[in-house]
C-alpha cells in the first residue's frame, strides 16, 4: 500500500471530525493537502467553514478547492487544526517544518483548541529525532546564528551535523517568512523539552520544528491485508 494511500484515509478520517460552523487550521503538506480537497468536496456540498492556511501553497490548494478563507487577526480562535507532521511520539509531540511551513503552522496550532495530526504510520517514533530538525533562522548573521545553534544543541545533550535548506534550484530554501531552514541531523532527541528551550534562547532563531503540548490528537494509518485501516 502506497504512502499516499494511507495518507489519503488519515486526511479522510480527518474531515468526518469537521463540523458545521467551524473555525479551522488548514496544515502544510502532502496529507494537509489531501485534507483540504476532500474538505472542498464537503464545502461544495454545502458545509459552512473558514480556514486559516499556514502556507501560501495551503492558500492556494484552499483557494482552488472552493474553501473559505480568513487570518488570525480577523479570526484568532479557531477550533480545529489538521496538519500533518514528519515524526510523532507517543505523548503526541511532533517534528514539523519538513515542507518548511512550521512558524505558521505552529501560530495557527496554538491559537486552535484542538489540533489533530493527520499521519501514516511510518512517522511513529518512539525517540523523535529521526527526521532532521527543522530550525528556522533570519538571514542576518547566519554563521555566528549557526554556532549559537550548534551549542544549544550540545547543551540539551544532542549531537549531529547542521545544514542550511537548499530548494530544488540549490539556492537557499527561504520560507513564507523571508526566513532560512538549518536542518540537524540529530538522529535521537532524548529531552525535546530542554532542546526546545535552549533552541528559543538563541538570537536569529525564529522558530523550531518541535511541537510540545500542541497536538490534542492523532489519527495513524497503516496498511491492514492491503486496506488502510486507522490505528
Ligand atoms: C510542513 C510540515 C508537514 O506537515 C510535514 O512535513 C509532513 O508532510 P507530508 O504530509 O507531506 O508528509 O510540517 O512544514
Redesign the pocket.
Known sequence: MSPAAL?RAAAARAVGLVEDGMRLGL??????TLFVELLGERVRAGLSVVGVPT?EATRRAAEAAGIPLTTLDDTPDLDLTI????EIDPQLRLI???????LR?KIVAAASRRMVVI?DAA?RVETLGRFPLPIEVVPFGLVATTLAVAAAIRSAGCAGPLAVRKGADGTPFLTDGGHLILDAGLSRIPDPEALGRALVAVPGVVEH?LFLGLATGAIVAEAADGQPRIV
Open positions: 495518507k496544515g502544510t503538506g502532502s496529507t494537509a502556507s496538519d500533518g507532521a514528519d514539523k517544518g519538513g515542507g518548511g511551513a512550521l503552522e499521519v512517522k520544528g
